[in-house]
């Protein structure tokens, strides 16, 4: 059983041509059931021969991995556009750009899905800050006990939910270092560790 959870940010880029603003409205990708859905709209008067996604996993390092066959955009009406990617990269960002030609590449955007197997809890990104997440797969959103415990084993947090992720401002941890946890579903038990900055 997989559970997924995603998070997206845009890395500042430099457009290789100033026409891309003009030419390309919107631009977006997004989780859709363990695939990439990436979105994008060209505005009115847009005509090419062919759009490219570029994808990799390194924001330096894009290559094209589909191109958009044939005449593409109209001179009247905007067009929209999607493509579904499956080839994910799990636990790590994917960056994408979408490629005009002549009018430009648009900034890059990164997305990372978060794949979960069986229990299997993650802590994301780890080492953690407040803004942390902890996953763990629950799809039929049975109870989960979660506790948290210091390196030393003196003080225990326990929380109680039907979610399938915690983040970790919700623990209330007021000092840095080791934290182990485990996690119980029905009378399964994983167990894993973090450390808090």
């Not at 994917?94 to 299997?120: C, E, K, M, R």
């Not at 000092?175 to 946890?181: A, N, P, R, S, V």
Request: aromatic share 12%.
């Amino acid at each position: 059983m997989r559970d997924w959870v995603f998070s997206l940010f845009l890395l500042m880029a430099v457009s290789a041509n100033a026409q891309i603003d003009q030419y390309l409205l919107d631009y977006a990708v997004r989780e859709d059931k363990g695939a990439i859905l990436i979105t994008w709209t060209t505005s009115a008067g847009f005509t090419c021969e062919d759009i490219k996604i570029n994808f990799g996993i390194d924001s330096n390092g894009q290559t094209a991995i589909y191109t958009y066959p044939g005449i593409c955009g109209a001179e009247s009406t905007e067009e929209h556009y999607t493509y579904l990617f499956r080839d994910v990269v799990y636990n790590q960002p994917n960056y994408f750009q979408i490629d005009l030609g002549s009018f430009g590449v648009s900034p890059i955007l990164a997305i990372t899905l978060i794949s979960v197997d069986g229990l299997n809890p993650k802590v994301y990104p780890n080492p953690a800050t407040n803004n942390s997440t902890l996953i763990y797969a629950n799809p039929n959103q049975e109870e989960a006990t979660i506790h948290v415990y210091t390196a030393n084993g003196t003080s225990s947090i326990e929380i109680i939910t039907r979610n399938d992720r915690i983040v970790i401002s919700a623990l209330g941890l007021e000092t840095h270092g080791l934290y182990f946890f485990t996690i119980e579903i029905k009378g399964i038990r994983s167990r894993g560790k973090f450390l808090f900055l």
